[in-house]
Structure formats: C-alpha cells, structure tokens
C-alpha cells in the first residue's frame, strides 16, 4: 500500500467516496468502501476526458450492404464474427459466434477477413481528425480515441457543444461509436463502453456513475470475469467492495491499478497520438502543361528532394500521392504505391512514368503537390545504395519491385497472390491475397492437408450448371465418365449447399472435366461443372 | 561416329542444326519422355517463346507443363523467390490441385489485363524482371511486332515462357522458337511440333498416356 500512495504523489486527485468530500449528497451509503486508499493530497489540475469507443471499426472494410455481412477472424475452423452489419444483427447474429454456426442462420451470409492493417490506419485517420478538437488525443488500441478535452470547453463553447460537433463529426464520417466523459480516460472509456453517454464532469459524482456498470466494460480477461462471476460480483461497484487485500492477492495486479486508474486514485498518464512525419512540397510550373509525359521532369524534381528530405531522416516510404493542380477543377490525385517502402527518387520515377505515360490530364497543370505517405525507419532491405541489405533481402525486395511497377499500371485488384485455406468445399480451399514480404512469412508454401484424389487444375468461379438428357449430364456432347463418385460434404452445420458427389468426365472433344451431382436440397440429382482439368 | 569427327563437333566454330553444342538454349526436360526425345536440347527451352496453339482451353495443356514446372519450382537452396505468373488465364488456377503438382501456392502470381495492350505490357514487364521462374500468358490476338518484343525480353532472362493461342492462328507465321498443336487423343495428348530449332514438324502421340 505505502509505495502505491506515495506515486499517487501530486497527481493523485479526491476520490468521490472520500465521506469528506460528500458535498453533492450523492455518496452511496455506508460503509465506506475499503478499496479506495484514503485521499492525502491536493487535487491535481482538473482534466475531463471524452472517450470515443468505435463498435464497429472492422466493419470498415466491408461495403455498405443491405444483405448481411459480417467480418471473421480467427484460424481455419474456429473463426469468429468480430463485427456485423446491420441486416446480419437483424438476422439474429451477434459477434463472438463461429463462423459456422453463423452461415446455418444465414446460409447466403457475406463474410471478409479481419484487416487489422486498415482498422489501425482508419483509427490513426480519426485521431489526426480529433485533433481539431484537442492537442491530447490518444489511441487506445485496438478500437478507440481518448481525448483531453477541459482545455478545449471555452474554446469550443462548452462541453455540450463540443460532444455536439465531435458526435456530428463522427456521424458523418459513418463510423458508430459510443462516447464516454469522465475526469480520467479509463473511466470515460468504461462509461461509453457501457453506452452511458451523459458525462461525468465533476471527481466527486464519478464513483456513483461507475457503480453500476457491468465488469465486461472492463475487457479483462475471460477467465478473470468468470472468477468474478463466481464470487457474486457483476458490477464496478460490487466489486470496489470487496476487501482491497484479497482482490490484490486474487487477480493480478493490472487489475487494481485499471481499477485505481479509472477511479482517479492513480495517476494514468496517456501517450499523445503524434502523426508520422510526412513529405509535402508544392511545385508551381512556369507554364501550364497539357500533356502528362511534359509533367515528368518536375515530377523529378520533386522525387529528388523527397529523396533528400527522407535520406536525412533516414527514413523511407512505401506511399506517394502526387496532385495534379489545375486551375478551375478539382485537383487530380495520382497514388503510387510500393510493397517494401524506398527513399530512392528512381524507383518512384519508374512507378510514376508508368502511370503518367497513359494518363490523360482533364485540364491543363499550374502545379504540383507532392506527399508522402508515413516516414518509416529506413530497414536494411531499403538499403540499395549502400548494399546494407542482405544479398537475399535484396533479391526478395526486387522481386516485389515487380509487382508494384504492375501495380501501377494495371491497378491494385489486377496482381493478387494467393495462399491455401483448409476447408472442405473445394470452392473455399484457397484465398486471394495481396502478396507481401511478410503474408508469405505467415503462410507458408503448403500449411494444410491436400486433398488425397487428384483436383482441377482450373476451377470456375461459380458452378455452372449442365446440360441433362435421360439423367445423364452433357457438356457439348455426351460425356463420359472415368472416374468418382467422391462424395464431399461439409457437415450439416455448413447448411446443405455442399452435398456432393463429384465424378471425372471426358468430352468427345477430350477436355477433362470435374463436374458433381447434388445430393440433397433444392438442386438435388442436378449436374454441375466445377472444374477443367486442363 | 568416330573420334575425329567428335572431336571437330565439340569444337566452338562448329554449330550443328540439331541438338546441343554452342548455341543451345538451356533446357528443362518436359517430363514427357516421348516430347523430349523430338525437342532439340531434350525439353523445353528456357529464355525464349514457347507456344502452344489449342482447339479450346482444358484439354491437358497444363499437365503437360505441370512435371517442368514442378523441376523449376523446386531451384537451387537459398534462391530468392521466383514467381509462376499467369497473365489474363481463361479461368483462376485452382492452388491446391497446384500444390498437389509440387508447386506452392505463395509462388503464384495471377495477372488480369483486359486489355491486350496492357497484356503484353505486363507480359514483358514479367520477362524483363528475371523474377520469374515461369510465365504463362494466354494471347488471344498479338501481332508479329509485339511476339518480337516479347521474344527479346525472354531472351534476358532463363525464364519458361509458354503463350497460349489458339488453333486457327496457326497459320499465320510465329517467332517464337517452338510451336507446338495440341489435340485432345484417346490417350491423353497428340502434339504436332510445327516448328523447332533445327528440325521439321513432327506428330508426337499420346504424350501424357501412362
């Protein structure tokens, strides 16, 4: 106990079940709670936070739809929903449930894998954005912003106008969030957790707001809060009841440093959310130019003094955006990107003559602006210059060259790797990917179990259904049949849609396919062709 | 054969119309002992066109690529990685019937153009880069400047080109270094070589019969 009141030091502020303190009569009756550590010291300077939960930041990646869809993540068989839209929460499905059981709900269920990559990068996004309210934003990772908001009120004409323009703000931005205020982030952060939205202004009434909350705001461990269930205790208020000694020696100590962070017993200092450094430099031409290839050697320019601005910093980047300023329209935005991040003006010169070459410029060019995307530590692979990078590193980042100067010219969806996946229904056996240095590291060649008879070498996209004369299947002609059945199913609980019993054909014109009957449910005893051996 | 007139071939100033000797491309064996034996090097050629003309796609074009690439998909330890790229393919290459044939799903590279001009662009961005061990592209129309182009950039590298085209451009003239028509048989694959480094056609029959 000593070494925890002495860091509660100055910062330590009064605890609203202080009995000294009861000046709002809003205390809970005795006795006093005893995990609160009694107040010696001055109150700090007041700060009020204002919690931004997002409750469905995957759900960023999924289009909007009205038909349900919902995001999973989670290795192989045990993948779980992590965010649903709005017809799949209609359809009875809620986050936390297996894929599996999931799709017997709704069998034409759209599902998409978890993109961390892109949640960290839209909460990085919100944070730049919320700091039009405050210079203290912070992230808390994995799906929420804390901000230090008691400097901001005068300028923002109050708290109520402020929570009005953050909330307008967000709205518009279609992201969903729940939103907290409470004198410490942890405390703001339990409150939206709980959807309770009225703020929480004064030290004194926070206690009595925390209270009632379930333990669940808290996101501890589950094991953790099945002890707590078996102890009785489903609230923040039941459990600050129980002796602060055996909650010490029963938990881990994270937990009542949470417990007193939230409280204001504990000092909970919060990293500031510093944007990346990032390149940005305007170039104005001496002429207008119409023709995009005439833009190159300004472009150039430009790429040299990126280059310079990173090799200082030793930094690099793997993202440029180049706009187009004209004078009447809306500017043009050209983005490069690249697998591994460069600092080097020729490899982006090479990307942007790709690009530019074929571009046909809407209207005439006053000047160029060009940014960067977040300056990261150069690595050693980056290190063409100096030859820092290993003989093989460099070999595997020139191999990756390739894909982006593809990339450039043919577009993003146009190049894909792809890795396998163990499931039974050959349709869902592999997946598309972006190829990346690190996706292969994580999916090695052949991870899974390959199937014991021989597969297609082509596989359709959607099964196409066959022709029939007397029950017997036709592909141009009469087929003949060497080899199957092979029965594949999926079990009941992936809905009844993979019931089939697959056979090897040969058309007369020699062609191999792999086509399947249908064992049971609406196409039932129909052929379809799935495959071509090729 | 004496021994004079063995020791005058292996001489350097002495380029023999059929087989090895100075000039021949490397090769990868086709897997198919029969083909092998007609292919002037004893397989496939690397670093040049290879074309493959055919009634319709799926009717063993792949098997009969599948044992050579399967041979380069395996490469010397400690190389770096080396793609298998399929430019504008009819239908998505099915990855673990691949891996069944040897080659891992994390080596595949699938490029979709549309257009045939941005087609034979990546095609050549493909061969240019020495990146990839093999590099398969389905053409359905390309002109006689645009193979060369292509034939040039093939030559950089050691890469194993196959362009897919189908049957009825067959008579107009190739550069490709061999050509070969494919039909379906009874028992697998009839191929007609067309044309070869130093040889006339030739029927090879059932090629992928056991």
Redesign the interface.
């Known amino acids: 106990m000593a070494p925890r009141q002495a860091l509660r030091g100055r910062a330590g502020t009064r605890p609203a079940d202080d009995r000294t303190g009861d000046l709002f009569g809003v205390v809970p009756s005795p006795p006093p709670p005893p995990v609160a550590p009694p107040p010696r010291t001055a109150p700090a300077p007041r700060q009020l936070w204002l919690a931004v939960q997002l409750t469905a930041l995957p759900l960023v990646v999924v289009a909007a739809d009205t038909r349900p869809r919902v995001v999973v993540a989670g290795e192989g068989g045990v993948r779980t929903l992590v965010a649903c839209n709005a017809a799949a929460l209609r359809a009875g499905l809620a986050t936390g449930l297996a894929l599996n059981a999931a799709r017997v709900r709704v069998p034409d269920l759209q599902f998409h894998e978890r993109d961390p990559l892109l949640e960290q990068r839209q909460l990085a996004r919100l944070a730049r954005w919320a700091q039009g309210f405050t210079p203290l934003v912070s992230i808390e990772a994995p799906d929420a912003l804390l901000l230090e908001v008691q400097g901001s009120l005068r300028l923002m004409g109050g708290l109520d106008a402020l929570v009005q323009r953050a909330t307008t703000g967000l709205r518009a931005q279609a992201q969903p969030v729940l939103i907290g205020i409470a004198p410490t982030p942890r405390a703001a952060l339990w409150l939206a957790r709980a959807g309770e939205a009225r703020p929480v202004e004064s030290q004194a009434s926070l206690a009595g707001a925390l209270a009632p909350l379930p333990l669940t705001v808290t996101r501890w461990p589950a094991r953790t809060l099945q002890d707590c269930t078996r102890l009785g205790v489903a609230t923040l208020g039941e459990l600050r009841r129980l002796p602060r000694e055996g909650l010490a020696l029963r938990f881990s100590p994270a937990l009542l440093d949470e417990l007193d962070e939230a409280y204001g017993h504990r000092p909970a200092p919060r990293r500031r959310y510093v944007a990346p450094e990032r390149f940005e430099q305007r170039l104005e031409l001496p002429v207008e130019l119409g023709s995009a290839s005439a833009l190159l050697p300004y472009c150039a320019r430009l790429l040299a003094a990126l280059e310079q601005y990173l090799r200082d910093r030793d930094r690099a980047t793997a993202t440029l955006m180049l706009m187009l300023l004209h004078r009447d329209l809306r500017p043009t935005c050209v983005r490069l990107g690249r697998v591994l991040p460069t600092a080097t003006a020729v490899d982006w010169q090479g990307l942007l003559r790709e690009r530019l070459g074929r571009a046909v410029l809407a209207a005439p060019v006053r000047a160029l602006l060009l940014r960067s995307g977040p300056a990261v530590p150069a690595a050693g692979a980056s290190g063409t210059l100096d030859g820092c990078g290993s003989g093989?590193a460099l070999?595997?980042a020139?191999?990756f060259?390739?894909?982006d100067?593809?990339r450039a010219?043919?577009g993003e969806?146009?190049?894909?790797?792809?890795?396998?996946v163990p499931e039974h229904r050959?349709e869902a056996?592999?997946r598309?990917l972006r190829?990346t240095p690190q996706?292969?590291r994580a999916?090695?060649?052949?991870p899974t179990a390959?199937?014991a008879t021989?597969?297609?070498?082509?596989?359709?996209?959607l099964p196409e259904p066959l022709a029939e004369r007397d029950g017997r299947p036709r592909h141009a002609g009469e087929l003949q049949f060497e080899a199957g059945p092979e029965r594949i199913e999926s079990g009941w609980w992936e809905g009844d849609e993979a019931l089939r019993d697959y056979y090897v054909a040969r058309t007369l014109?020699?062609?191999?396919?792999w086509i399947f009957r249908v064992r049971a449910g609406a196409d039932a005893r129909r052929w379809f062709l799935h495959?071509?051996?090729? | 054969m004496n021994r004079s007139l063995e020791a005058l071939l292996a001489g350097a100033d002495v380029w023999r119309a059929r087989g090895g000797g100075p000039g021949a491309t490397a090769c990868q064996p086709s897997g198919w002992p029969r083909l092998d034996a007609e292919l002037p090097g004893g397989g496939w050629p690397l670093g040049t066109l290879i074309e493959l003309l055919l009634?319709?796609?799926?009717?063993?074009?792949?098997?009969l690529l599948?044992p050579a690439l399967r041979a380069l998909a395996v490469g010397p330890p400690?190389q770096?990685?080396?793609?298998f790229a399929w430019v504008a393919?009819?239908?998505?290459?099915?990855?673990?019937?691949?891996?069944?044939?040897g080659i891992?799903?994390?080596?595949?590279?699938?490029?979709?153009?549309v257009r045939m001009e941005?087609r034979l662009?990546?095609l050549e961005?493909?061969l240019q880069?020495g990146?990839c061990a093999a590099v398969l592209a389905w053409l359905d129309r390309a002109d006689d400047r645009w193979l060369r182009r292509l034939k040039l950039a093939a030559e950089s590298g050691q890469t194993l080109t196959v362009l897919f085209r189908p049957r009825h451009q067959q008579a107009g003239g190739s550069p490709a270094s061999l050509r070969l028509a494919l039909?379906?048989?009874a028992a697998g694959?009839d191929l007609m070589v067309l044309k070869r480094r130093g040889g006339g056609p030739v029927r090879v029959h059932d090629v992928l019969g056991a």
């Open positions: 093989a070999a595997e020139e191999a060259a390739l894909l100067r593809l010219r043919l969806e146009a190049i894909s790797g792809v890795c396998l050959p056996a592999f598309r190829p996706a292969s999916l090695p060649g052949a390959l199937p021989p597969r297609p070498l082509w596989l359709l996209a014109h020699g062609a191999r396919l495959g071509v051996f090729g | 009634p319709e796609p799926g009717i063993g074009e792949l098997s599948l400690g770096a990685r080396r793609w393919p009819p239908h998505a290459p099915y990855p673990p019937a691949l891996a069944q044939g891992a799903a994390d080596r595949l590279l699938l490029i979709s153009a941005d662009w990546a961005q493909t880069s990146h039909e379906p048989a694959l």
